[in-house]
Structure formats: structure tokens, C-alpha cells
């Protein structure tokens, strides 16, 4: 895998992803969306701290995935690129609709927009990898 094309893409990716987890710390996720109350109560039943690790583990895995396997071109890294784009769609899809359907602002909508953008544009370059010219 040329990773030229991909590792600023993955970067983008995840500082959104970081002011995501930021934008939902900040307006209580854990507090109003029933899924991530879920996840973070399966720790402790502190859900803030929990909600916070959580957030904390997923920036420095998505670090990690960018300055090992990505950065480094091993096999596995075009693997991860494409389940770090496919959860945040997923991620961006999900808060667009929450928010659409409870008539509002919940919290993580204002930077979904851009985990939208990122992932479709890492995707793109992804694919690019997979072509002819690869």
C-alpha cells in the first residue's frame, strides 16, 4: 500500500474524530444517548470517567493505526483505514439522523458533517490504492 495519499487522509480522519470525542464530552453524550451509556457503564458505573477512557483508548488507537501500520505500509494497514472509515460513516450517519430525529442539536451533530467528509475522502483514497495504477 502507497501511503503518500492515505496518511494525510487517515490524519484528518482522526484529528476529526478527536474534536468529535471532544464536541460529545463536552454535551454529556453519555447522558442523553442510550448506546453510549451502555458502552460506558460496562466499565464502572462512573459514566463520565468511563465515557472519557473510552474516547482517550479510541484517539490513541486511531494515533497508533496512522503512525504504525499506515505510516509504515504493513499489510494490515489498509484493513484498518477501511474499518476506521466504515465506523466513522457510521458514527457521522448516526448522529445526523439522532439529530434529526429528536428535532436538534444533540451532542457530537456539529462535527459529524466532517467525520463524513474525511471518511468518504479516506475511502476515496483507499479505492485510488486498489486501482490499476497501484
Known amino acids: 500500500m502507497r501511503t503518500t495519499r492515505v496518511q494525510p487522509a487517515f490524519a484528518g480522519l482522526i484529528l476529526a474524530q478527536t474534536a468529535h470525542s471532544i464536541e460529545e464530552y463536552a454535551g454529556r453524550l453519555w447522558e442523553s444517548f442510550p448506546p453510549a451509556r451502555f458502552v460506558s457503564g460496562l466499565i464502572s458505573s462512573d459514566l463520565e470517567r468511563n465515557f472519557l477512557l473510552l474516547n482517550v483508548a ?22 484498518l483505514a477501511w474499518i476506521w472509515v466504515t465506523i466513522e460513516v457510521l458514527n457521522g450517519v448516526g448522529h445526523t439522523l439522532w439529530s434529526f430525529l429528536r428535532g436538534g442539536y444533540t451532542p457530537g451533530v456539529a ?20 486501482g490499476p495504477s497501484a
Open 58 to 79: 479510541l484517539i490513541t488507537f486511531g494515533v497508533w493505526c496512522l503512525f504504525w501500520p499506515v505510516r509504515r505500509g504493513w499489510p494490515l494497514a489498509q484493513t
Open 111 to 130: 462535527t459529524a458533517p466532517a467525520l463524513l467528509l474525511l471518511a468518504g475522502y479516506l475511502g476515496y483514497r483507499l479505492g485510488q490504492e486498489d
